[in-house]
Structures are given as C-alpha cells and as structure tokens.
C-alpha cells in the first residue's frame, strides 16, 4: 500500500524506492507456482496469516460498538457523495458507533472524518495494494493487512452492520459478501444498508428481475438490503435493526437461564 510520499507498506514492514515489491502477498500466495517450492514458503506464510488475525483481534476487541462502512476511493472530496460519507460517519458516532472503513482515501476518508470530527472513534483496515494510497490523516486507529480475506474477517467480526454507499469493484465485494454472510446465517443477521438510490437501485432491480426469476435467490433474500438517500436515515435503520437484535438475544439468554432453572428444580424434586 503506497503513502503520498511513495512509501509502501507491506504489513508493519515500511518500503521505499528500490525495495518497493512488484507484487503483493495475495498475489505470491495465490499464484500458481511451478514445481514444489510452495511447499516450503507456504508454512512460512501460514504464521504471517496468523500473526495478521492475532494482530487485528488485538487492536479491535475492545472498540465497543461499530458499523462498517463502504464505498469508492477515487470519490473527490467536492462530489457530493463524499458529503454523503462525512454525514454518515458523523451520524454513527452521535448515536454511539465506532466507524470502520478501509482506511484509504474517498468515501473512506469521508467516513472517517465525519467520525473523527464528531469526536468518535475513527478505525482505518488498511490493505496492501500497489496502486492505491495509504491510510487517510483522519483514522485514529489503523490496522494494516498484507491478505484480504484476513482484513474482512475484522470488518465482519467487529461490525453491528454495514452502510455501503456508491463503489466500484471492492465495494460490491464487500457488499456482496456481507449479504451472503446473512443469507446462509454464518453471522448473526445485522442491517446492510444502500445509501443512493440513483446509484443503487439498477442493481436491485436486477436482483428483483432476471435473478429472482430464475430462482437463483429467493424473495425473502431481497429483504436483507435496504435502499435510503438520507444518511441520518440509514443510521436510524442500523441504529434501530441493532437495538432490535440485542433485545432479542438477551430475551434469548434469559429463557435459557429460566430453562437450566426450571430443569434444576424439576431435577432436584425427583425421587431418586
């Protein structure tokens, strides 16, 4: 991930000039490699993995609450989606969120300064890449990660829900993602809100056309997204969606408390 100034930073390792790398660790890790040299530096690459997850777990557990927001790096700061983002990152801080993005520049750094300028926390996940610029002046904490799918365990782990506004390829990802999560219940079911409309609202009617037609989703699918253009909106929806489901799994705790109690009780009235 390259700075302003040319630096390139591959994990906690800074480079610069000559010793700045033709390709970045995803690409050695998946490239297919002749012969059995992979059977050497694979194992190597395993601890690299996990000292990536122990280090984002390190930073990240005690953040509190957090909602992880998305959306392009090449938005310029007079376009009005980066207005967008500020407002949405100011929102989630004053209804008592913590604001995650990729820490780069664009919406991300829009996200993170609406938090930082709330007085909220401003958390930036950073990723290697040769091509784009590196952490924004406005995230507070900042994680670096070499692998992608490493980074969005964090997002995914650490987030109450998601505000995707307009991106390109690595925003669909996300979103993408994060939808699949929910839908197949590997995560706890939290909102994922679409900010804008006339950017978003094709690809819902695609999803609600040709690909619902074809039963490769299901109706009920369609409802784990939901569109808005106010931002203060799609902050109620996250803000709303979390309280509902923190009720709903302290409800969830207390029967079975209520359920172990009335078992001890049964048990302990039982002739032996």
Same mark, same amino acid.
């Given at each position: 991930?390259?700075d302003? &100034?040319?630096?390139?930073?591959?994990?906690?390792v800074?480079?610069?000039?000559?010793?700045?790398?033709?390709t970045?660790?995803?690409?050695?890790?998946?490239?297919? *490699?002749?012969g059995?040299e992979?059977v050497?530096?694979?194992?190597?690459? $395993?601890m690299?993995i996990?000292?990536?997850?122990?280090? *984002?777990?390190?930073?990240?557990a005690?953040?509190?609450p957090?909602?992880? +927001?998305?959306?392009?790096?090449?938005?310029?700061?007079?376009?009005p989606?980066y207005?967008?983002?500020?407002?949405?990152?100011r *929102?989630?801080?004053?209804a008592?969120?913590?604001?995650?993005?990729?820490?780069?520049?664009?919406?991300?750094? @829009?996200?993170n300064?609406?938090?930082?300028?709330?007085?909220?926390?401003?958390i930036?996940?950073?990723?290697?890449?040769?091509?784009?610029?590196?952490?924004?002046p406005? +995230?507070?904490l900042?994680?670096?990660f070499?692998?992608f799918?490493?980074?969005?365990?964090?997002?995914?782990?650490?987030?109450?829900?998601?505000v995707?506004?307009?991106g390109?390829f690595?925003?669909?990802d996300?979103?993408f993602?994060?939808?699949?999560?929910v839908?197949?219940?590997?995560?706890?079911?939290f909102?994922?809100?679409?900010?804008?409309?006339?950017?978003?609202?094709?690809?819902? &009617?695609?999803?609600r056309?040709? $690909?619902?037609?074809?039963g490769?989703?299901?109706a009920?699918?369609? &409802?784990?997204?939901?569109?808005?253009? &106010?931002p203060d909106?799609?902050?109620r929806? +996250?803000?709303?969606?979390?309280?509902?489901?923190?009720?709903?799994e302290e409800?969830?705790?207390? @029967?079975? @408390?209520?359920?172990?109690? @009335?078992a001890?009780?049964a048990?302990?009235?039982?002739?032996e």
């Amino acid at each position: 991930m390259s700075d302003h &100034d040319g630096t390139y930073r591959k994990g906690p390792v800074l480079l610069r000039r000559g010793q700045v790398p033709r390709t970045t660790s995803d690409q050695n890790l998946l490239a297919r *490699g002749g012969g059995a040299e992979w059977v050497h530096a694979d194992p190597w690459r $395993v601890m690299r993995i996990q000292s990536e997850f122990v280090e *984002g777990f390190g930073a990240l557990a005690e953040v509190g609450p957090a909602v992880s +927001v998305f959306g392009s790096a090449r938005t310029k700061p007079d376009h009005p989606d980066y207005e967008l983002g500020v407002a949405v990152g100011r *929102g989630l801080v004053e209804a008592g969120y913590a604001v995650m993005t990729g820490g780069g520049p664009g919406i991300m750094e @829009a996200a993170n300064r609406g938090a930082a300028e709330a007085g909220g926390l401003s958390i930036g996940l950073g990723i290697e890449l040769p091509f784009e610029q590196g952490m924004n002046p406005w +995230v507070d904490l900042g994680v670096n990660f070499r692998y992608f799918f490493a980074r969005k365990t964090m997002f995914v782990k650490y987030a109450q829900g998601f505000v995707v506004l307009p991106g390109g390829f690595g925003t669909f990802d996300e979103l993408f993602e994060s939808l699949t999560l929910v839908q197949t219940h590997k995560v706890t079911e939290f909102p994922i809100v679409l900010v804008g409309t006339s950017y978003w609202q094709g690809l819902l &009617d695609w999803l609600r056309g040709p $690909v619902l037609d074809r039963g490769t989703i299901s109706a009920k699918d369609l &409802d784990l997204v939901q569109l808005v253009d &106010d931002p203060d909106e799609a902050v109620r929806i +996250v803000h709303e969606r979390d309280a509902q489901r923190r009720a709903e799994e302290e409800a969830a705790v207390r @029967a079975n @408390a209520e359920a172990e109690q @009335a078992a001890e009780r049964a048990s302990g009235g039982a002739p032996e």
